[in-house]
């Protein structure tokens, strides 16, 4: 069945957190008064969470953890997975398997977006695709032991210069010996590098674990030009059965944008959990 989060952080997370609300208790109790399934927690560290503290919460408002995000990792610690440099690498993973350990209990899922990494001036492209590969086979085997699947996010180009779309981390994810992985598109980098947003979801469908959603802009769904239709068709030809999570800018205030998303996109998750057909 398929449920609705929302990204939300710590307090104290810095500008680069890239979440809808912070505080961990008021954003909780928001998305479930705001109808969400569930909240996206974007960490630095395990060390973020009160894991007592959050399971005390989740259960007050009967909510669930949809997945852990790592853009603090690479924004804000700026540790990343194809660092030249071994000493930054192995604390890049010291820090990700802290993070599948919290998702071990909350979510099961860690997001890979930034902090995979990117190609530098010095690296051509099969270096930097070999050590992101060697990492992961230090990763994987870590999150398999503990239930967690680790999911790659492309990211359009004005970003990163490594892994901008969906077909390109669905051939690079075939080099990989592990079934504990998958994609995680996000439609807001979709619209940017994806031909057609539908038949690459619906292409990829085996890989696809996870979903962010924004409108074109980067605003609450409804309030750009994208065809929600058009993404939740692939979804549906893909026969997905996961979370779609909220992952937009926070205006134009927090609230807001959070009410703007849920009441544009729940009918659609109703729609589909019902069975109707999207076209598009």
């Known amino acids: 069945m ?16 890239f979440v809808v609300w912070r505080g961990f208790e008021d954003s909780v109790r928001k998305a479930a008064e705001y109808g969400y399934h569930g909240v996206e927690l974007a960490l630095r ?52 398997d802290g993070l599948v350990e919290l998702a071990a209990e909350f979510g099961g899922m860690v997001n890979l977006g930034r902090c995979r990494g990117f190609i530098a001036p010095k690296q051509d492209k099969r ?10 086979d230090m990763l994987l085997p870590v999150a398999k ?3 967690v699947t680790v999911i790659i996010e492309p990211v ?15 051939a690079l994810l075939r080099e990989v010996q592990h079934s504990n992985i998958g994609i995680m598109p996000d439609v807001f980098h979709m619209n940017i590098e994806d031909a057609h947003i539908g038949r690459a979801l619906a292409n990829n ?8 959603l924004a409108d074109s802009n980067r605003l609450a769904p409804g309030w750009g030009h994208l065809d929600f239709n058009e ?17 937009i800018l926070p205006k134009p205030d927090p609230d807001a944008a959070a009410r703007q998303a849920a009441d544009a996109i729940l009918p659609l998750v109703r729609r589909y959990n019902e069975g109707d057909m999207f076209l598009a």
């Open 45 to 96: 560290r395990k060390e973020d969470v009160d894991a007592p503290a959050l399971r005390h919460l989740l259960k007050q408002y009967g909510l669930e953890v949809s997945c852990i995000s790592t853009g603090q990792v690479f924004a804000d610690l700026g540790l990343y997975l194809t660092n030249p440099d071994k000493m930054q690498r192995g604390e890049a993973l010291r820090v990700l």
């Open 2 to 17: 398929m449920k609705l989060s929302v990204a939300i952080a710590d307090d104290v997370a810095g500008p680069s957190a």
């Open 156 to 170: 359009n180009r004005y970003e990163i210069n490594f892994i901008n779309n969906v077909e390109e981390c669905a």
């Open 145 to 147: 032991s503990l239930g």
């Open 231 to 247: 993404v939740f068709a692939g979804l549906q030809r893909g026969g997905y059965d996961g979370w779609v999570s909220i992952e």
């Open 127 to 136: 270096e930097a695709t070999d050590l992101f590969l060697d990492s992961l």
């Open 205 to 212: 469908a085996a890989l696809v674990k996870y979903v962010h």
